[in-house]
């Protein structure tokens, strides 16, 4: 196993400073919040980055991006920080040099451009046996078959990297001159769950011996470093598991629902199980024998705000029209798998599309949008048992913004939802710092819900007959997609 750390963290001191800073490198928006010993949120900075998006290719500017943190970071200021955690997006690929300066443009975990090496993995059995190997489901944006088109297509950049990185360990090259990454962002599609350490068979498998140097020294702990302000630093764990810490879904079998432009279910595990369908992914923690079983879905907000956009509905107007029309949507049904690219969990499809049924002259905007939104409930609900949610569930991201979708969500699911508020992922990044300087925050205060939203029992009946139509009408879209 590779590690990289530098001088070992001292351990916080009882009269140590009162803010501590949670870095979120967002795919659209990086921010930095800064929280109180107590969890409270004391400020919150955040600057927009932008995205190339031209043929499939999803593409950054890295210096974009590094600039983006270094003026949040700038704006909250240094004083009075005990230390500070890093997050990001996963996935892709973050080529630079020794110095860790960009060789190219950053490829985003949207990319597609390598979906036809994914279709000819799944045809050739390679995909499922990284599947069986590592636990992680390779998609078009993932390392695995971007650093595999990159060397048939753009070797020149391969030759000249040092490293292929993710987005926060770019970040924290960039800010520390350290260079590592951490388990969670290795689980894919590299990482053996069990050793904590890169598989070689799967590197091969990929065709990418030869390019094994390019990946980043595992840090298991998680390095740390000085930012040149003086305050300590540490490296992971990447958004999604993140924001699980941010939520307090540590437990095995809690879960949590993040609701953004694609859902992302993610439930505490201490089983691994590669068998069955392969579909997303296992990510390691910081905790050895302890796994978030993730299934990140293409599906989510974006769906709705298709529809909105198509039917001139405002955002502000959704929460009226989800309490004006009744479950089931006066018959109409959505499908609501819109993403260009298919779907990635709890199934891979590459060619499944969106569908509605039971429209007709009378199907009003509010019937398309309740229907829109009752589909990505049923699509979280599918990943979610796939995920094997068993204890409580934990919500957040910007769908909990509308207090009517919140409630549908309970019903749909049929269980209780802890909302939780605020910058998740950004709190959780300061949790996992936490736990790597030695400090001891309130956990429980720290995650505490903004509210729980309970199912109405006669709604949660009725969506669970729906759900099993739901199912039934996917398979059969399926079976069409693969024709």
Known sequence: MTTYRTTPPAPVAEDAPTRYIGIDVGTSVVKAAAFGPDGRTLAVES???????????????????????????????????????????????????????PVRTAISWMDGRAHELVDAWQESGVFTAVYRRTGSAMFPGCPGPVLAWLDRHDPASLDAATTALYCKDMVFQRLTGVRATDVSDASMPFL???????????????????????????????????????????????????????????????????VGTCLAALVAT???????????????????????RAMPAMVGTAALDWVLATTGVRHADVDQLL??????????????????????????EPRLRA?????????????????????IGFAARHCLDAAGLTGTLALCGGGTRSPAWTRLFADVLGRPVRIVEGEVGARGAVLAAARRFGAELDTAAWTAPAEVAEPDPARAAFYTKAYEDHLTRLAEARTRARA
Do not use: K
Not at 85 to 91: I, N, P
Not at 272 to 285: Q, R, V
């Open 192 to 258: 053996d769950p069990v050793t904590r350490t890169y598989s070689s068979d799967v590197v091969a498998a990929l065709g990418l011996g030869h390019r094994a140097a390019l990946l980043a020294p595992v840090s298991d702990p998680v390095a740390t470093a000085e930012l040149p302000s003086g305050v300590q630093i540490s490296n992971g764990p990447y958004d999604l598991p993140a924001c699980a810490l941010g939520a307090g879904v540590t437990r095995p079998g809690d879960g949590l629902l993040i």
């Open 47 to 101: 600057r927009p980055v932008g995205l190339t998006i031209r043929d499939g290719f999803v593409e950054q500017d890295m210096d974009e991006v590094y600039g983006a943190v270094r003026e949040v970071l700038a704006a909250l200021g240094s004083d009075g920080v005990a230390f500070a955690g890093l997050t990001g997006q996963g996935d892709g690929v973050w080529l630079v040099d020794a110095a860790g300066r």
């Open 270 to 292: 201490e089983r691994l199980d590669l068998d069955g369908e392969p579909a997303g992914l296992h990510i390691s923690t910081d905790r050895p024998g302890h796994w978030l």
């Open 355 to 375: 569908e509605f049924l039971g429209v007709c002259l009378e199907t009003t905007p509010a019937d398309l949008v309740r229907a829109v939104c009752e589909g």
């Open 323 to 348: 309490t004006a029309t009744p479950p089931g949507a006066n018959g109409v049904r959505v499908l609501p798998y819109f993403a260009p690219s298919g779907e990635r969990a709890p199934f891979v």
